[in-house]
């Protein structure tokens, strides 16, 4: 018996998102009144979402539809099990606390860009990524996935006249099409392997699936959806597109916009393929290495504070990559319950991530729109021009780099369990892949938190460094309720990880071959491998609580007498100007010098001397700092050009010779008539 | 509930926990009092630490007008971390005061709080020593996680549990072949219990030169009741892991035994800050490597 009616609450959400599309449209220079009509469907469309999927996921009733089109190979089908309803619930608030955010974060859009035009998008692009979720037939799926790209790609150019932004747009239209024609490969192929488009088909014909077809399967989707999760190195969108796009958008792309790639990848590894060799999880297991490692490492070296957070959301894939590539491990050496125990690892994170990332983009939108500026070497100060923002992004800083107490920490303990009982396998090759992986968890962990130091602080603390830091105010009402909501999430799903164990364990359910022999989940306690590990973090909560109240206690009883003054920074006598300060830039030097191998640092000095000739006395040094981009040296423009060199020589054939042409037909025919007659 | 009205092993708990914050200022003064005897001074006594709390507590404190709450809040929340990883150390009693705490995860996760938080308050004066040190402690933290995980993993995967007080229970049953790897692990932790103390070769604790600081200079705006706090921090983060250091690589056999255990290692770190040098700065992630790649191969030799 379900909650609430799921075909009731299914047209609420696709009519009240179609209607907030047309009426957005039909208020074409009223930005006022698109911004309040598009916004509020888009509420009730993310709440009836949520509903339907706390309806599933509680009764676990699966919900399917399906309807023929005229087109004979196209049905409209839907299906909503546990899965789905889990995703539905993540988008679904995600999108809600977006749209609240957008109330009060667009109104600086106003007279600027065409508000009708945001809203008419949003609405497509938020009811789009219901459909993804929930289809289940391959072309409809193509349908709306291309849907969900294209209207995503209007948001991401919406402030169309900066150049920037519409080359990052560009950038973001093709890989997102590169991604789709893996993603049609695939489908063709399984098309070809079982006869159907439909998914419930490709699982049924799981089992008798050749080996090597099912490599190819995985190889496919592993490029297509990889691409739109941001796996490196088909991750280089990412950093351009979510910094050009508006802070709610960015904060929905990557939040929720790159999960619909892993949830797909998690349909096919773990229900259309059959038990796959070793190997395919080893790549996935490696790919997220490598994704975590490179994606924070990148990250350090930016100081346009929205870089920073999308560089982020690529090592967080990789986190999600690393459960879910000791799962398919696991799922070939024919253990899945341990295997269990890096997918609710990688689900917990997934969910994770969404939060304290949506999060962190909320308030990077609040100070950028303070300032003017996403450049973090001119902020500075802001903690006491927006204390709330700060005390948010705080929340968000310390749940992303996987601290005690807050939720980043619960999902990666689970994600290194799941390492760690690989380490007692046979095979040495396995072995050093779990070695790897786990040196890459640990590290990544450590530099997180140095990225968040400087992003945090940089930005938040000492004093401000450009004029518009002096004058920021803090973000209206709605801004601020929506980040409150996201922090006290963040450290919920933190403080009481065995309650959301359970519901992922009712999401796992989807696949029945999971068995939850390795995980014990009792009141505050989550056991795994009969005692191997135990996680409890309640306790932990209140015992550092109360070590900071005894600790605040003892001080306030022995120093009642003395008394606080208040001075000047310590500067050894010179005055105190905001270059004193420690930038983004000089932070993290260190660490790009240490790692210089990897990222390719370059460092290049130019000198204006007053007299060329003496070269003595200098004018101006201008001292430029850079990163190779080895995706683009090493693999993006060999790849173009050998595409080039190719058409190149394919252009031979338009010699302009009319005679050749007639060669070219004559010979085409005889081909085809000796073909018909064989 | 039983016989009277606190139970005895709560008891005994809450002792073996106060017995950290108690001790570790008596640890400092010893590894100082050695390392002045090494060269050849009469050193200050070995209480001296107690006297510089009890003197730092009774002064006023100046905070800087370009502080916020985080300069503010940053000790208690430090000393707080301290004083939760001094309760999931078994003493006496298998039961520590917050088993939950006890896992090695749960542990290395909590020092990362405690540096986040040093590293903001270096960060908020808005000095340049602040932010240095700040900077410099986030490189080494990061890659000492490398070290510290492999080196108890290690223990862990030997003792097949992640917990430390199941994992000092289980040490004495170990198969004697795994000392070896054992052994190297001991080696790895120990460079990480010097990089994440500050001690030699990664930072000097004496040092008054701001240039070359690490841990002193985030902590160079401190005055007062808030210096003290940090202080005792520190001291309660050594001792912490002078006790990890030698119970959980070698089995322990009884209270007097472990604390001469810690005593030996205190002498270590003395002995070794007053023979060798401070290491330049970019040497350092040499080191820290290296201690990860003998936790690898500590954990791989464990695994043949």
Known sequence: ?678 | MGDGVIPMSLFIGILQWLLVPALSPLVVGTVRKIKARLQNRQGAPIWQPYRQLWKLWHKDEVISTDASWIFRAAPYIVFGVTLVLGATIPVFQQEALLPAAGDFLVIIYLLSLSTFWLALAGLDVGSPFGGLGASREMTMTALTEGSLLFSLLTVALATKTTHISTMIERLPDLAPVTFIPLFIAFIAFCVALLAENKRYPFDNPATHLELTMIHEAMILEYSGKRLALLEWAAANKLIFFLWLGTTLFWPSAGLVIALIKVAVLAAGVALLESSSAKLRYFRLPDVLWMAWLLGVAAVVLLAL
């Open chain 1, 1 to 678: 018996m379900m909650l609430f009616e799921v075909p009731f609450l299914l047209v609420i959400m696709l009519v009240s998102l179609g209607l907030g599309a047309l009426g957005a449209l039909l208020a074409w220079q009223k930005d006022e009144l698109a911004h309040l009509w598009g916004s509020l469907t888009a509420a009730i469309g993310s709440a009836a979402a949520i509903l339907t999927g706390a309806s599933v996921l509680s009764s676990g009733e699966v919900f399917s539809w399906e309807a023929p089109t005229s087109f004979l190979l196209l049905h409209l089908a839907l299906k909503i099990d546990t899965l789905a309803a889990f995703f539905l619930i993540i988008i679904g608030t995600i999108a809600l606390l977006a749209t609240i955010y957008g109330v009060s974060y667009l109104r600086q859009f106003y007279g600027h860009y065409r508000l009708s035009s945001f809203l008419f998008f949003y609405n497509i692009f938020v009811g789009s990524l219901f459909l993804v979720i929930t289809a289940e037939q391959a072309l409809y799926f193509l349908l709306v996935w291309e849907i969900m790209s294209l209207s995503s790609y209007f948001l991401v150019i919406f402030e169309h006249r900066e150049d920037a932004n519409r080359r990052a747009g560009l950038k973001y239209f093709v890989m997102t099409h590169v991604a789709t024609t893996f993603i049609s490969l695939m489908f063709l192929t399984l098309y070809a392997a079982t006869g159907s488009l439909r998914f419930a088909d490709f699982t049924a014909g799981a089992a008798v699936l050749p080996v090597g077809v099912a490599s190819v399967v995985f190889l496919l989707a592993l490029l297509g959806f990889g691409t739109k999760a941001g796996v490196i190195p088909l991750h280089i969108w990412l950093p351009d597109a979510h910094p050009a796009a508006p802070a709610s958008i960015s904060a929905l792309m990557s939040g929720v916009m790159i999960k619909t790639g892993i949830f797909m990848l998690l349909r096919v590894c773990f229900e259309w393929l059959p038990i796959g060799p070793v190997w395919w999880g080893v790549v996935v297991l490696m790919l997220g290495a490598l994704s975590s490692l490179l994606g924070v490492l990148y990250a350090l070296a930016e100081h346009d504070i929205k870089r920073l957070l999308a560089y982020h959301s690529v090592e967080n894939i990789g986190i999600i990559l690393l459960g879910m590539g000791s799962g398919l491990i696991f799922v070939s050496l024919g253990q899945p319950a341990l295997a269990l125990v890096g997918l609710l690892g990688a689900l917990y994170h997934t969910m994770n991530h969404a939060i304290f990332k949506t999060l962190l983009f909320f308030g990077a939108g609040a100070v950028v729109s303070a300032t003017g500026t996403k450049n973090m070497e001119e902020y500075g100060g802001l903690i006491k021009r927006m204390p709330y923002t700060a005390g948010f992004f705080l929340v968000g800083c310390l749940a992303i780099s996987g601290i005690v107490p807050f939720n980043g920490f619960a999902s990666e303990w689970l994600i290194f369990q799941s390492l760690f009982a690989g380490l007692g396998g046979s095979s040495s090759l396995l072995q050093g892949s779990f070695i790897l992986a786990i040196a890459a968890l640990a590290f990544t962990g450590g530099l997180a938190a140095a990225c968040f130091v400087k992003a945090f602080g940089v930005t938040f603390l000492a004093r401000p460094r450009s004029v518009a830091s002096e004058r920021a105010v803090e973000a209206k009402g709605p801004m601020v309720a929506s980040m409150s909501v996201l922090a006290a999430l963040c450290l919920a799903l933190g403080v009481w990880p065995s309650r959301v164990v359970v519901v992922l364990q009712r999401v796992a359910s989807v696949w029945p071959q999971f068995t939850s022999d390795a995980l014990a989940v009792a009141p505050n306690m989550i056991t795994v491998r009969e005692g191997f590990g135990g996680l409890s973090m309640w306790p932990v909560f209140v015992g550092l609580v109360a070590a900071v109240a005894v600790g605040a206690v003892m001080t306030g009883i022995v120093s009642r007498r003395q008394r606080v003054r208040l001075g000047a920074t310590w500067n050894c006598g010179t005055p105190l100007t905001p270059r004193m300060e420690m930038s983004a830039t000089a932070f993290s030097r260190s660490l790009i010098i240490m790692w210089r191998g990897v990222l390719r640092s370059t460092k290049q000095t130019e000198v204006e001397y007053l007299d060329a000739q003496m070269r003595y006395f200098a004018r101006s040094r201008t001292v430029t700092m850079e990163l190779l981009n080895i995706y683009s040296h090493f693999l993006y423009r060999p790849a173009a050009r050998l595409l080039f060199r190719l058409s190149h020589q394919t252009k031979r054939i338009q010699s302009g010779n009319v005679n050749m042409y007639l060669l070219y037909i004559f010979v085409t025919l005889c081909a085809l008539l000796l073909w018909a007659t064989a």
